[in-house]
């Protein structure tokens, strides 16, 4: 069985020494949105680090910022949920979290409606607008990543793609360029071409879905 651990190894490395550096990361993606947010906000309390910033934070307390295709705060949201964002009601939940026995459980449970209400999706903005590229601005020696799943690989053919508007933004911010396309099959190589004429120093990393372990 083929070991993704083996092939993403190089994209850990870079990112560590970002780390190392105090400087940042910044992730592109689509329909791979979703699990790379679960990772990264999982990160949050597993390793101590600063979760995710709102909308605002200045100074930047975390390491990590996302981008996905959308122009504003709610279309980003629909993009990397599918559908529209929905939080837990107080009203709805408050009631049941209240008849929880184990009272450690019953006081976080209770607690997380703090911050898991409709509200919430005012908070963090993933757009790839041109407020939050403001906001969130790239500086030589950061990480950007692009995520490619396999059925959006061939939009990197076409010149007005927004993945490859993100992949001119941070060579041109002189980022460290990490690529990595989630394949069933090697890359067409009119892409990996295109990638490497915007951005001939990237990292490019293909990850083929089939056999995997």
Known sequence: MFSAAVTVAPFTEVEAQTYERKQHSFYFAQDAMISIFTDLTERSPTFGLNPIDVIGTFPKRSWIAMFTNGDSTEAAWLKFLGRPFKGLAKDVFEGPFTEIADPDLKRRALNSLKNAGPDQQALYDFSYSAANIKDHPIEEGDLGMLAVMPH?????????????????????????????FLTYGQSPKEVIEIVKSISPESLILEVPLIGLS
């Open 152 to 180: 959006e690989i061939k939009q990197l053919l076409d010149k007005s793609s927004v993945f490859l508007t993100y992949l001119e933004h941070i060579t041109k911010s002189k980022a460290r360029v990490v690529v990595l």
